[in-house]
């Protein structure tokens, strides 16, 4: 099977949709003959498998809409950079991966969140979540395991020291209650 729809049928189950085996082989075969180029065609061919209910439409449609607007399904064109690929003048393997990163801006993950990247972002949090073996998730107790285990390989640590070494933002003025009024209340 294709592994982009088997994530999007777990995807899609999380958000509540009921996807039978018979129903993810229809779906395949469904987009075997469609294909993934034309978006509006995938999710007209796949709500039309997939989604029973209204409630179902409107959990599909919405679960579609943030799996398949990830930039890791679009064709990458000659110019794009690669989002995992470190930056200019750092060095390989630092920056991302099991929290570690440079400190004041160096680190992958702020690096990305500082750019507003939210596609690189995606691609980032589905490689580590990869990397991480998100898939052998069996209970929803072991989420929260997951999720930091997918934060420390995006570089959290890098983050976190980061912002602990950041200088304090200057404190607001103190309220005169007398001159202001802001303490009568």
């Given at each position: 099977?294709?592994?982009?729809l088997?994530?999007f049928f777990?995807?899609?189950?999380?958000?509540?949709?009921?996807i039978?085996?018979?129903?993810?082989i229809?779906a395949v075969q469904a987009?075997?003959f469609?294909?993934?180029?034309d978006?509006?065609?995938?999710r007209?061919?796949?709500?039309?498998?997939?989604?029973?209910?209204?409630e179902?439409k409107?959990?599909?449609?919405?679960?579609?809409?943030?799996?398949f607007t990830?930039?890791?399904?679009?064709?990458?064109?000659a110019?794009d950079?690669?989002?995992?690929?470190?930056?200019?003048?750092q060095?390989?393997?630092?920056g991302?991966?099991?929290g570690e990163?440079q400190?004041?801006?160096e680190?992958?993950?702020?690096?990305?969140i500082?750019?507003g990247?939210q596609?690189?972002?995606a691609?980032?949090?589905?490689e580590?979540?990869a990397?991480?073996?998100?898939?052998a998730i069996?209970i929803?107790t072991?989420?929260?395991?997951?999720?930091?285990?997918?934060?420390e390989?995006?570089?959290?640590?890098?983050?976190?020291?980061?912002?602990?070494?950041?200088?304090?933002?200057?404190?607001?003025?103190?309220?005169?209650?007398a001159?202001?009024?802001?303490g009568?209340r």
């Open positions: 099977m294709n592994t982009p088997l994530d777990r995807a899609a189950r999380s958000a509540g949709l009921r039978s085996p018979a129903e993810s229809d987009v075997q469609v294909g993934f180029e978006r509006a065609r995938l007209d061919t796949l709500g039309l498998v997939l989604a029973k209910t209204a179902e409107r959990a599909f449609a919405a679960c579609f809409d943030l799996f990830r930039a890791g399904f679009r064709e990458e064109t110019g950079s690669d989002p995992a690929a470190p930056a200019e003048g060095p390989e393997g630092q991302e991966g099991q990163g400190g004041q801006g680190g992958g993950l702020s690096r990305l500082l750019a990247d596609a690189a972002l691609a980032a949090a589905e580590a979540a990397e991480a073996g998100v898939s069996t929803f072991q989420v929260n395991l997951y999720t930091r285990r997918i934060l390989r995006m570089g959290l640590g890098a983050v976190e020291r980061e912002i602990a070494a950041a200088p304090e933002a200057p404190a607001p003025p103190a309220c005169a209650p001159a202001t009024g802001c009568s």
